[in-house]
T-cell receptor, first 116, second 116 residues
Framework: KAGVTQTPRYLIKTRGQQVTLSCSPI?????VSWYQQTPGQGLQFLFE???????NKGNFPGRFSGRQFSNSRSEMNVSTLELGDSALYLC???????????????FGPGTRLTVL | GENVEQHPSTLSVQEGDSAVIKCTYS??????FPWYKQELGKGPQLIID?????GEKKDQRIAVTLNKTAKHFSLHITETQPEDSAVYFC???????????????FGSGTQLTVLP
């Protein structure tokens, strides 16, 4: 069974631009969560989608948004990029939403975003 | 919301020795505690997890213990090998920062180096 895939793997943008990242979950998984990983802040939860609906959201500004399609694939968008948005963006998929207690999450390889 | 602290931040051991990484959590209602291994250039990989109704779980050279009273859990790796070298993250599933649905909160990570 194929794992979580993320595209692109690397991205370089300049301040003020916007970017869209894509995530394809493991086949049969309906929940997709997004995380930002930086050396200073570690792994921080952005948001979670299940059945095309945002189920949960972390403490990030409105410049960060996402969506999920009927095939469970998800995209996240960052508008008006800032230097501090440089990070590894990770997507994780699971069978059920995080609200289910013992729900294993499986991560993709991430998209490395560099903002110049 | 949940807060997870992880120690140590770096750990070096000789090949064949044991390694122990410790985490504490703040939300007494947290009920799921996974551990992830992240190798350079890759996303975190789930290596073992434990539920709140279990005190200890073992999988070959890896074991995790949970003390709900003290709100801490630990990862134990025995007979370490050079390929165990990676960053290890603990996580706890508790209430989100805004009291929202349960989500994973991660520790800051431990860089484990196994010296040959």
């Amino acid at each position: 069974k194929a794992g979580v895939t993320q595209t692109p793997r690397y991205l370089i943008k300049t301040r003020g631009q916007q970017v869209t990242l894509s995530c394809s979950p493991i086949s049969g998984h309906r929940s997709v969560s997004w995380y930002q990983q930086t050396p200073g802040q570690g792994l921080q939860f952005l948001f979670e989608y299940f059945s095309e609906t945002q189920r949960n959201k972390g403490n990030f500004p409105g410049r960060f948004s996402g969506r999920q399609f009927s095939n469970s694939r998800s995209e996240m968008n960052v508008s008006t990029l800032e230097l501090g948005d440089s990070a590894l963006y990770l997507c994780a998929s699971s069978l059920e939403p995080s609200g289910f207690s013992y729900n294993e999450q499986f991560f993709g390889p991430g998209t490395r975003l560099t903002v110049l | 919301g949940e807060n997870v602290e992880q120690h140590p931040s770096t750990l070096s051991v000789q090949e064949g020795d044991s390694a122990v990484i410790k985490c504490t959590y703040s939300d007494s209602a947290s009920n799921y505690f996974p551990w992830y291994k992240q190798e350079l250039g890759k996303g975190p990989q789930l290596i073992i997890d434990i539920r709140s109704n279990v005190g200890e779980k073992k999988d070959q050279r890896i074991a995790v213990t949970l003390n709900k009273t003290a709100k801490h859990f630990s990862l134990h790796i025995t007979e370490t090998q050079p390929e165990d070298s990676a960053v290890y993250f603990c996580a706890a599933k508790g209430k989100g920062s805004s009291g929202s649905a349960r989500q994973l909160t991660f520790g800051s990570g431990t860089q484990l180096t196994v010296l040959p």
